[in-house]
């Protein structure tokens, strides 16, 4: 009678315990869902947010005219669909016209705004929290990625022949990845002849411009130097021209 007892016992101890385990176990999975869902909740938040901040200040610079700039910072979720068809800014690649749509596509859903600018640009190409340049160009407005702030839009020299001249150019890092720089020119002069040279450190690269006037020089000498700049784990690329002038005084 007691062994029937005791059998009786570790049998509804098993069953306790398999209950237990098997709440135990539902928890975990609703927890773990809930989790999920609220996850791609907060990434359809933050492509939402992103949208309408570059809806908004494509508007704002817009109506300010050509020039007109302004710095935004957006979020592309882990699971944004990357195609050119999901996640763009102007068109989807499926059509010719530019137009005024912006669009990031997370997990298959759609995070879409409309602005009154025509526009033209790109986002980068991975997920992560990126700046973005919103800059109207009269007629439309450009939205693209940006790297690099850079402390002047020209140079301007004036110089006797003869002379040597120089001017700095200070670039400096925004963006939270590394990034390569890549500094050109474009000059095809022989009477003037120009030099460049970089110091760089972690957030900054001063560029040094050198200009030389042979004693036959003269007159204006118009020409750009080119920055190139890489972000290293995105791949985001930032093409900056810098026009140069230079005035030989006779």
């Known amino acids: 009678m007691n062994g029937f007892r005791q059998g009786q016992a570790a049998t509804e101890l098993i069953i306790i315990l398999g209950v237990a ?35 908004e200040a494509a508007d704002s610079v817009y109506a300010q005219g050509e020039g007109a700039t302004r710095k935004v910072a957006i979020t592309l979720p882990g699971d944004t669909n990357f195609g050119s068809n999901y996640t763009y800014i102007g068109a989807p690649s499926s059509l010719y016209a530019a137009q005024n749509a912006i669009n990031i596509n997370v997990n298959g859903t759609d995070m879409f705004g409309l602005s009154r600018a025509p526009l033209s640009g790109h986002f980068p190409a991975k997920s992560g929290i990126y700046p973005m340049r919103v800059t109207s160009r009269g007629a439309y407005v450009e939205i693209y990625p940006y790297l690099v702030d850079v402390d002047r839009n020209s140079v301007a020299i004036a110089m006797a022949r003869g002379e040597t001249r120089s001017s700095q150019i200070t670039v400096t890092r925004v963006s939270a990845e590394q990034v390569a720089l890549d500094v050109s020119q474009n000059w095809g002069f022989t ?24 004693p036959a020089a003269a007159g ?17 690329e930032e093409v900056i021209n810098i026009p140069i002038s230079v005035n030989v005084m006779t």
């Open 21 to 55: 385990l098997i709440v135990v176990m539902l928890f975990f999975v609703l927890s773990a869902n809930m989790l999920t869902g609220a996850r791609t909740q907060q990434n359809y938040d933050g492509a939402r947010i992103s949208v309408q901040s570059l809806v």
């Open 191 to 214: 009477d003037v002849a120009l030099n460049l040279t970089s110091a760089q450190d972690q957030f900054k690269t001063l560029i040094t411009v050198s200009v030389s006037a042979t």
């Open 220 to 236: 204006i000498y118009n020409s750009q130097i080119t920055l190139d700049a890489v972000g290293n784990e995105s791949g985001t």
